[in-house]
């Protein structure tokens, strides 16, 4: 949604200010990482009822989203391997201890295939063809066209093994299962994620609602511009969620706020701060 805004934007199409909810912090680094660590593995165990642990699995993309569920499958015990095509990423995922290789390298032996990418054509035919016979693939990250449904509809016999459980078997007799037909597995074979960390990204874009309201007067926001709720805001809503889960702050003293150039009620970092 907000490339199409941004794209938009540049066009001179966009009739309207918008807010870029997607990149707050607290909605990024929150509902996109630890929201996909609880339900891509929920999903997953709910639809096939499969041990985890042991399993080679291999997560496409290692944005907020693959991080979350890297570390869910590396925890559960996987043997997980990351594919990236960005080198600030895919260093990333390396220095976390997992093997960044392509998908051509991994396809042939690994059990279970999330796509994380907000990309197109990931997992292509030709990659479901050569893939182990009742390879588990699922798509966390955006639309069905991660995986190329269509293509494997076409070159398959299609079983039913449960709602959102499909077996596709090639003519060769070998199959992959997948699941909630290439659309996000979390939705389809679980209910998403839990409410808490949703309420971050409800929090965002209600504050962003306020804030378009209070600055309606003004030139903060241009016709046709994208911008992040700013850093005052995003600090606001992570402050506003610190008491349910019994988090006590410290505050810095006036000296110490001094000697780094904040206010003692924040925002506490510069815009270009990564979390």
Same mark, same amino acid.
């Given at each position: 949604?907000?490339?199409?805004?941004?794209?938009?934007?540049?066009?001179?199409?966009?009739?309207?200010?918008?807010?870029?909810?997607?990149?707050?912090?607290?909605?990024?680094?929150?509902?996109?990482?630890?929201?996909?660590?609880?339900?891509?593995?929920?999903?997953?165990?709910?639809?096939?009822?499969?041990?985890?642990?042991?399993?080679?699995?291999?997560?496409?993309?290692?944005?907020?989203?693959?991080?979350?569920?890297?570390?869910?499958?590396?925890?559960?015990?996987?043997? *997980?391997?990351? @594919?990236?095509?960005? #080198?600030?990423?895919?260093?990333?995922?390396?220095?976390? %201890?997992?093997? !960044?290789?392509? $998908?051509?390298?991994?396809?042939?032996?690994?059990?279970?295939?999330?796509?994380?990418?907000?990309?197109?054509?990931?997992?292509?035919?030709?990659?479901?063809?050569?893939?182990?016979?009742?390879?588990?693939?699922?798509?966390?990250?955006?639309?069905?066209?991660?995986?190329?449904?269509?293509?494997?509809?076409?070159? *398959?016999?299609? @079983?039913?093994?449960? #709602?959102?459980?499909?077996?596709?078997?090639?003519?060769? %007799?070998?199959? !992959?299962?997948? $699941?909630?037909?290439?659309?996000?597995?979390?939705?389809?074979?679980?209910?998403?994620?839990?409410?808490?960390?949703?309420?971050?990204?409800?929090?965002?874009?209600?504050?962003?609602?306020?804030?378009?309201?209070?600055?309606?007067?003004?030139?903060?926001?241009?016709?046709?511009?994208?911008?992040?709720?700013?850093?005052?805001?995003?600090?606001?809503?992570?402050?506003?969620?610190?008491?349910?889960?019994?988090?006590?702050?410290?505050?810095?003293?006036?000296?110490?706020?001094?000697?780094?150039?904040?206010?003692?009620?924040?925002?506490?970092?510069?815009?270009?701060?990564?979390?």
């Amino acid at each position: 949604g907000v490339h199409r805004l941004w794209e938009m934007s540049k066009k001179g199409e966009l009739l309207f200010p918008a807010i870029n909810v997607n990149d707050s912090v607290t909605k990024s680094k929150f509902d996109n990482l630890y929201g996909c660590k609880h339900s891509l593995p929920d999903g997953i165990m709910r639809a096939t009822d499969v041990m985890l642990a042991g399993k080679r699995a291999v997560v496409c993309g290692y944005g907020d989203v693959g991080k979350g569920c890297a570390m869910a499958l590396k925890a559960a015990g996987c043997i *997980t391997f990351v @594919t990236e095509v960005d #080198p600030i990423c895919a260093l990333q995922a390396a220095m976390e %201890g997992f093997a !960044v290789k392509t $998908l051509e390298d991994v396809i042939s032996f690994v059990d279970i295939i999330i796509t994380t990418t907000g990309n197109k054509d990931i997992i292509r035919l030709e990659h479901m063809a050569a893939m182990k016979n009742n390879c588990i693939v699922g798509n966390i990250g955006h639309f069905d066209n991660e995986i190329q449904m269509e293509k494997l509809m076409a070159a *398959t016999t299609r @079983t039913n093994i449960k #709602p959102q459980v499909d077996k596709f078997t090639f003519p060769s %007799g070998s199959g !992959v299962i997948i $699941l909630a037909e290439g659309r996000l597995l979390n939705l389809g074979c679980a209910t998403g994620h839990p409410s808490f960390v949703m309420s971050n990204s409800f929090t965002n874009q209600t504050l962003a609602q306020i804030e378009f309201w209070r600055e309606r007067k003004t030139e903060k926001y241009a016709k046709g511009s994208v911008t992040v709720l700013p850093k005052v805001l995003d600090e606001k809503v992570a402050a506003l969620h610190l008491d349910h889960i019994g988090v006590d702050l410290t505050v810095l003293t006036k000296d110490q706020a001094e000697y780094i150039n904040v206010a003692v009620t924040g925002p506490f970092k510069p815009e270009t701060y990564r979390y």
